[in-house]
């Protein structure tokens, strides 16, 4: 992998699944798996075998349908934890275990009970098992943002003694901050990684809405995965979004000289995919795969978008995998998205023709919300019986009967 690769781990199928209103069967699980194998994820984690049957069950499956990804289990760093997630990988062709264990001091205090030397050891152990029974281990020190820096960079260094070779450094609760996240991710790289082939993770919750900034941040400081997940979706206000991850680096690429391995014309599919399985659709504002990512309403938005799309558009709607172009018409538009839009529809009118069309056109989106397609037919028809027939060569079925991607 060279220096600039940015691995990709999508943990749609965990972290994203374990959210509300966003869990899946075992056929969909793998359904997803294969289309995120399909984008060209290089990571997906499958499930937490030792959480359920199901999960367990997902785990094994994705793994023997997956060959060309690797797959990866969680499980927290205690004996049984790591056992159950080795056996639900037994059969995959590139297996990971990823253990984690908190290293903040109000989860050691609360929800652990436990000493900061008891976690050492308990990473120690939980590592070296796994390894046993996998050569790639990633080592997860939740609340990582929120641990104090010297004990932080001890626990990693144990894992990475123990033979951890991938260290993650989650925002577990979604607290930190870019410029914050940079430095410490500097820190870990100087005093715990070094020049050793470790490769640091990063994996970012949106609370404050940063956790793709925070991601990103990251990269620049060196991280060299990211955990994600399609639409976003995980606890809480979710995880870093997968999409807008890689194609900020993708349009960005002058500032972001990083790669990955993502075929972005899949986004859009995979994203759609997932909304159908867990049924919940992408909120219309959803940078990238959102409904109205790539619409423009406002006349001079419009016009601009006509006469060269790279006034408004900073990536094709194509390069994500999304159907077609679409200029929603409301009440903001101006004559000449009205007019692409008949000759789109099949009409090829007089400019006198298009004022009047036009004309009518703004008293209803005045009215109504939303205008289809089939009321810009009816207005053509209203026109003709209001001043006699207009020159309109009728619309082919096909391509008015079809919905448009708005
Ligand atoms: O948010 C988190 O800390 C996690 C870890 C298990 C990686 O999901
Ligand atoms: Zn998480």
Partial sequence: MSAKRIAIFDTTLRDGEQSPGCSMDLSEKVRMA??????GADIIEAGFPIASDGDFAAVEAVARECREVTVAALC???????????????????????????????????????TRAEVIEMTRQAV???RKHTDEVEFSAEDATRSDIDYLCEVLAVAIEAGASIINIPDTVGYTLPTEFSCLIQ????????????????????????????SLAAIEAGARQVE??????????GNASLEEIVMAMKVRADRLP?????????????????S?????????????????AFAHEAGIHQHGMISNPLCYEIMTPESVGVPTNSLVLGKHSGRHALALRYTELGYSL????????????????????NIYDQDLIALLTAATRASGPLPIEPAPAARWASPSYT
């Fill in 34 to 39: 294969k289309q995120l194998e399909t984008l």
């Fill in 76 to 114: 927290r760093t205690a004996e049984p934890d790591v056992l159950r997630a080795a056996a639900a990988l037994r059969d995959a062709a590139h297996p990971r275990i990823h253990t984690f264990v908190a290293t903040s001091d109000i989860h050691l205090q609360y929800k652990l009970k436990k």
């Fill in 128 to 130: 070296g098992l796994a």
């Fill in 187 to 214: 820190t870990i790289h100087e005093r715990v990684v070094g020049d050793r082939d470790v490769i640091i993770s990063v994996h970012c919750h949106n609370d404050l809405g940063l956790a793709v900034a925070n």
């Fill in 228 to 237: 994600c997940t399609i639409n976003g979706i995980g606890e809480r206000a």
């Fill in 258 to 274: 990083f790669e990955t391995a993502i075929k972005t014309h899949e986004l859009y599919p995979t994203s759609q995919l997932l």
């Fill in 276 to 292: 159908s399985i867990i049924g919940s659709d992408v909120q219309p504002n959803k940078a990238i795969v959102g409904r109205n």
């Fill in 350 to 369: 007089q400019p006198a023709e298009v004022d009047a069309a036009y004309e009518r056109f703004s008293e209803l989106a005045d009215r109504k919300k």
